[in-house]
């Protein structure tokens, strides 16, 4: 039996500080991104979704509103799903800038492998794949949407296809309002497939 989970990215926020905001509260979709929310609604009008969660944050539960409400589905809530941990949250970070500047950041800095300045990149694949499944097992047969966060649905792909943990963040392959769908047989996972039903952006991007 075929089950599918998707894992969509959060539309665009409001972020005109251009901090890195991680799990702060009060971060809300802007009007792109409530038009990219409004563009992958429609991408899965015609898909069999029985099941829609998202990750607690506002963003994420805003971008999960109108595919909802499209499939008069009530949204499910999984702390799985949040965005990772980060010790920078609050703070502009950028190469050469803000509080990458600042000798009192630097120890956050000494193991990118792990990495040391937030949530290990391990930790961060385990309770994503146990939303994953807590997702498939609740459409068991038919489609679920599962709303996150970049890194987060990103980590969670390459420890899928065996890959290193640690990467280039300029990489990642997790657009604005994109799809990263986790095609299951059973149990067991047969095929990765990534779209952009609202357009690629940067993933350089500082606050997307």
Same mark, same amino acid.
């Given at each position: 039996?075929?089950?599918?989970v998707?894992?969509? @990215?959060?539309?665009e ?5 251009k ?6 509260e009060g ?8 038009r990219?929310?409004?563009?992958v609604a429609e991408?899965?009008a015609g ?6 969660v998202a990750?607690?944050?506002q963003?994420?539960q805003?971008?999960a509103?109108p595919i909802?409400a ?33 000798? @009192?950041h630097w ?13 290990p ?6 309770r994503m794949?146990?939303?994953?499944? @807590?997702a498939r ?5 038919h489609?679920?949407l ?8 990103w980590?969670l @792909?390459?420890?899928l296809?065996?890959?290193r943990l640690w990467h280039?963040p ?6 604005l309002?994109?799809?990263t769908?986790l ?26």
């Amino acid at each position: 039996m075929t089950t599918v989970v998707h894992m969509l @990215r959060h539309g665009e926020v409001h972020n005109p500080e251009k901090i890195l905001y991680g799990r702060l509260e009060g971060y809300r979709l802007s009007e792109r991104g409530q038009r990219q929310a409004l563009t992958v609604a429609e991408a899965v009008a015609g898909h069999d979704l029985v099941h829609v969660v998202a990750s607690p944050l506002q963003r994420a539960q805003e971008t999960a509103a109108p595919i909802a409400a499209a499939h008069r589905l009530d949204i499910a809530t999984d702390p799985g799903l949040i965005e990772a941990g980060n010790q920078f949250e609050g703070l502009h970070v950028a190469v050469g800038d803000g509080a990458l500047r600042e000798p @009192r950041h630097w120890p956050k800095l000494v193991n990118p492998f792990k990495p040391s300045w937030g949530e290990p990149y391990i930790e961060i694949a385990h309770r994503m794949l146990g939303a994953v499944h @807590r997702a498939r097992e609740a459409a068991d047969g038919h489609e679920a949407l599962c709303v996150s966060h970049q890194l987060p649905i990103w980590t969670l @792909r390459r420890f899928l296809e065996g890959k290193r943990l640690w990467h280039d963040p300029r990489r990642r392959q997790c657009s604005l309002a994109s799809l990263t769908s986790l095609v299951f047989d059973g149990d067991e996972l047969r095929e990765i497939v990534y779209s952009e039903p609202a357009g690629a952006t940067d993933p350089k991007v500082t606050g997307a």
